[in-house]
């Protein structure tokens, strides 16, 4: 259950632009081409907020934006981000771009963090996909030089984390979810 605050605080927010819920919610990529959409079931009550690539805040260096975000309420007083980008195959000019969504989505959380007044403890970034090709090229497997191996972009999408260069070098969690490669959907229980 949210808390009469937030309630208060999410009325300055456009709220055809995020749900509030006891634990689950439909995150959906409409893009022709792309589309997914997966069930997202939480432990927790949470907002998850939408299309946060055309609603972005135009100040940021950063102008990619991952699909959506989801604030995942802890305790009374901490809530883990969830970022989630949904995308149809993933190389390895996907993979950069979908870490520069990743980075995007984080500063834009931050900025929503402090209008709700809410403290992030935790990030988890996910990445949606039909089809993994990373690896799978023969580019992929070139020596990138001035990368400690865990960060070679093969190594790093298959390691369960992901290396974000924010304000400092963050390393988060990462976890793949495999789309169904027909129908674009999938569920995903965290």
């Not at 589309?35 to 079931?41: G, L, N, R, T």
């Amino acid at each position: 259950m949210l808390e009469r605050g937030i309630d208060d605080k999410l009325n300055l927010i456009e709220s055809s632009l995020y749900s509030c819920s006891e634990g689950e919610v439909t995150l959906e990529e409409t893009k022709a081409g792309g589309e997914a959409k997966v069930k997202f079931i939480l432990n927790n009550s949470c907002i998850a907020f939408f299309h946060m690539e055309s609603n972005k805040p135009k100040y940021f260096k950063c102008k990619n934006c991952s699909d959506n975000i989801v604030f995942e309420k802890i305790n009374d007083s901490e809530w883990k981000l969830h970022v989630i980008e949904l995308k149809r195959t993933v190389k390895l000019k996907e993979w950069e771009k979908i870490k520069e969504q990743f980075k995007g989505a984080i500063l834009n959380a931050k900025a929503l963090s402090g209008v709700l007044e809410i403290k992030i403890k935790e990030i988890i970034c996910y990445t949606g996909f039909r089809r993994d090709c990373l690896g799978k090229e023969l580019v992929d497997l070139k020596t990138f030089i001035g990368l400690e191996a865990s960060q070679t972009p093969y190594i790093e999408w298959d390691s369960g984390r992901v290396h974000i260069d924010l304000d400092s070098k963050l390393v988060l969690r990462h976890q793949k979810i495999q789309l169904d490669a027909e129908t674009g959907e999938a569920e995903l229980r965290v």
